[in-house]
């Protein structure tokens, strides 16, 4: 079984910066790739930043030089750095890991959401 939590969302003013943290427990053997996406109320869930496996690094344009997203392989936890939040940045952030197990069969997996707003 893996487990993925979320955490470091919330209120801020626009300008200011979050970071996103999504830690994986339980049967993780490795983490092939990762993403972040967002959805903010009415609209679809997008993704802002990925890294897939074997893959070349993306973020959204509305996200380009603000955001950075990482991983601590140590701490099987990956990370999304927001930087000069704008109130359009304001959304429910979801990570989604495609991790393998020590079965080696590979699995995707999603958190649960961490709401972040920023107001104006």
């Known amino acids: 079984q893996v487990q993925l939590v979320e955490s470091g969302g919330g209120l801020v003013q626009a300008g200011e910066s979050l970071r996103l943290s999504c830690a994986a427990s339980?049967?993780?053997?490795?983490?092939?790739?990762m993403a972040w996406y967002r959805q903010a109320p009415g609209k679809q869930r997008d993704l802002v930043a990925g890294?897939?496996?074997?893959?070349?690094?993306y973020y959204a344009d509305s996200v380009k030089g603000r955001f950075t997203i990482s991983i601590d392989n140590t701490k099987n936890t990956v990370y999304l750095q927001m930087n000069n939040l704008k109130p359009e940045d304001t959304a429910i952030y979801y990570c989604?890991?495609?991790?393998?197990?020590?079965?080696?069969?590979?699995?995707?997996?999603w958190g649960q959401g961490t709401q972040v707003t920023v107001s104006s």
């Open positions: 989604n890991l495609l991790i393998t197990p020590t079965n080696l069969i590979p699995g995707d997996y």
């Open positions: 339980g049967d993780v053997f490795r983490i092939n790739a």
């Open positions: 890294i897939p496996s074997g893959g070349t690094l």
